[in-house]
């Protein structure tokens, strides 16, 4: 019986167990890193939380040195954050214990209004950094009269990315109402082609339908925003609103979708798009960069026009706002001081510059001075043509924090065919009540 | 717009060994052709399920992490065009600084620190409860009971780190981790020296080993098939937690490997080889620790058997 060596070896094995890592605790993990390199020449060092994914990282560092280079008393070091609901809940519970870093970025519009910026954020207005942010943008960073943010990438367009080799070839116009749509869209099917694509695998794709609509519910009834944060307009029932979910559930009728939509990813339908074996894609413009990661050669084939509505004369753009950098109000101080200069360089035609550096603009930059490169992809002036002829309006959660978590399940339900388009409208009104109450919304 | 790309979950591989395919011979029969046929039948389908459940998946991690980044986004089953799972491992290690080599030793430190600790503190206070009934016992148990049932809170724990100075600190990170792994632990300890005889205990009371000597001596050393159990369950849950780390840890010198999976995958863009590359790395030192376990899982289950 080799008990006895066993029991020692055990209780050797604890010890050492126990106590190596506390050694390995002490010279602490983050001086491996290369980030540290002594950069400490007396300035003020300011803490940066962004995106940790490579996109937002890169971005954020050529913004960073582009700004060391025209401020050399200041530092600034990257803090990262994931995407998505994770990404949320940190940023809420940081700003919740007082442990957000100087600077931040997170979304504008609704999502901003939800981490309670007049008791989390420093105000901006009248400050410096502001000053060239232009007004289109500002409400999407105001609580009353006070400014938090400035914007951080450039704004983009929810409609549908075309495949203009397809279009020429069968001699068709961009629609400018639903009824060319549908006309462009049969003579496609005839030509052998998907006329659209939908992509069900990344559910929150079929949305886009219904919130890339929402220029035109806006144009027929300005109030629609301000009535439905109320409690007083609703999806169903609503002529104008009810038309996204309406649109979608004619195109599956009507056979229009690509045949494995219920199975394909985002990637996948920018394949198909470029490919041109499906011509028209509902999607953000932004996703202009999954098609250059795709296709780089067919960029150029692939343009982009807003969802149409009834009245061609009202034809016009959905727009969702750049995210914006903010200050919270834990920053004080030389701090505070460096981390404006920080937000009056990124929303400068210096900064621009820099964002432009780090990845191509999907839409126009909402800061005064900032022009697009020439060489950006057909969507991009696609988009920004919008924004020139002020063809635009902001998407409905930047204009209303209510949002219900089930329309992209709602939608791919009436884009499969399994619901009628006025029952899934009822339906996600009965989401968003809950959503509202939450949130503590009057009327509801 | 609340579009988020769901994380491939990070725990793939290392939720459990593959099933041994067991070779039950059905009751009552012995011998004769149809209990050759049911019993390899049986162990067959057992081979073929752990294959699809284990094999099939990890097959579909390494392809994926061998590919280049425009196959990747096809997201399918298929054989790599260019292999070049090297080029993406050496890629995915310069991320950001090499961070996943400083994720690799926060985890590591993270997991050995609090598995060790909820092993030593586990087996000490189920021993005590199982063994010294008093009136404090019940509370004690309740106590142990609710830290199974309730949720962990982030905020107020936050709080309670930031007075004692310990928010985003690796021992902070630690006793959270113990915390709330203890009463599993806990639990799992109690059930398994309730089965030691209390002969035992006396017998060595009665040759002069006091409270510490009988603990460490007598019992924690017939411990040891449960504290295999314990070891590979919380290190499994310790090293693939995602939320702890995430809310207690901030910064980029206190990342652990499951935040590193978020540097490659955002709402437009996801490079899958480099994702899946990372799960593969990931994946190994849970991996290797089965491999080794396997061993003493045996080891401590014969004897155990033999003092039964």
Partial sequence: ?444 | MSSTVTPPTPSVAGTGPAPVPTTVPPAGRVGGARSALYRYGVGSLAIVVSVVVFLVPFAFILLTAAMDATQASEFRFAWPRNFQLWDNVVQVLQTRDYILVIAFINSVVLTLVSVTALVVLGSMVAFVLQRRVSRWTGLINFLVLTGLIMPPAIVPTIWVLQRFGLFATMPGLILVEIAFGLSFTILLFRAFISTIPKELDEAAVLDGAGPLRLFFRVVLPLLRPVMVTVILVQSVAVFNDFQNPLYFLPGDAGATVQLTLFNFQSQNLSSYNLLFTDILLITIPMLLLYLFFNRQIVAGLTSGAVKG
């Avoid at chain 1, 970025?105 to 207005?125: E, H, K, R, V, W």
């Avoid at chain 1, 649109?247 to 394909?264: K, P, T």
Wanted: glycine content about 10%.
């Fill in chain 1, 1 to 444: 019986m080799a008990l006895r060596p066993t029991r020692s070896w055990t209780l050797k094995g604890l010890a050492v167990l126990a106590l190596a890592p506390l050694a390995l605790t002490a010279c602490s993990a983050g001086s491996l890193g290369s980030s540290d390199a002594g950069n400490s020449a007396g300035g003020t060092t300011i803490t940066w939380l962004t995106g940790t994914d490579e996109a937002a990282q890169a971005t954020a560092k050529a913004v960073v040195a582009a700004f060391e280079d025209a401020n050399p008393d200041i530092t600034v070091k990257l803090d990262a954050r994931p995407a998505g609901a994770d990404g949320d809940n940190l940023v809420k519970t940081r700003l919740q214990t007082g442990t957000m870093p100087d600077v931040f970025d997170y979304n504008s519009g609704s999502l901003f209004q939800q981490i309670a910026p007049a008791n989390n954020l420093a105000p901006l207005t009248g400050d410096a950094s502001v000053g060239a942010v232009q007004e289109a943008f500002t409400p999407q960073v105001s609580v009353g009269k006070d400014v938090y943010g400035v914007p951080y990438g450039t704004a983009f367009g929810g409609g549908v990315m075309y495949n203009r080799a397809v279009f020429d070839k069968l001699g068709l116009q961009v629609p400018k109402t639903w009824a060319d749509f549908m006309a462009a869209s049969a003579t496609i099917k005839a030509a052998g082609i998907a006329p659209v694509i939908q992509t069900y695998q990344d559910t929150w794709t079929s949305q886009l339908f219904v919130l890339g609509d929402f220029h035109n519910v806006a144009a027929a009834d300005p109030q629609w925003a301000e009535n439905y944060t109320a409690n007083k307009a609703k999806y169903a029932g609503d002529p104008n609103a009810v038309k996204g979910f309406q649109h979608l559930q004619d195109v599956h009728d009507a056979g229009y979708e690509n045949a494995d939509f219920a199975s394909i990813k985002l990637e996948d339908g920018m394949r198909q798009l470029a490919d041109g074996t499906g011509a028209m894609y509902p999607i953000l413009s932004a996703n202009v960069s999954t098609l250059q990661s795709i296709a780089p050669d067919k960029l150029g084939d692939i343009g982009f026009f807003a969802l149409p509505g009834d009245d061609a004369a009202t034809n016009g753009l959905t727009a969702w706002y750049p995210n914006a950098v903010y200050v919270p109000k834990t920053t004080t101080g030389a701090k505070l001081d460096a981390a404006k200069k920080l937000l009056g360089f990124i929303a400068s035609p210096a900064g621009c510059d820099a964002l432009t550096s780090a990845s191509a603009p999907t839409g126009p930059y909402l800061v005064d001075g900032c022009e697009l490169p020439a060489d950006v992809p057909q969507v991009t002036k696609d988009v920004q043509a919008y924004f020139d002829a002020d063809a635009q309006s902001p998407a409905l959660e930047f204009l209303s924090p209510v949002k219900g978590p089930n329309l992209e399940q709602i939608t791919v339900e009436i884009g499969s065919g399994i619901r009628p388009a006025a029952d899934g409208a009822a339906l996600y009104d009965q989401d968003v009540e809950k959503q509202a109450q939450q949130l503590g919304l009057e009327g509801w």
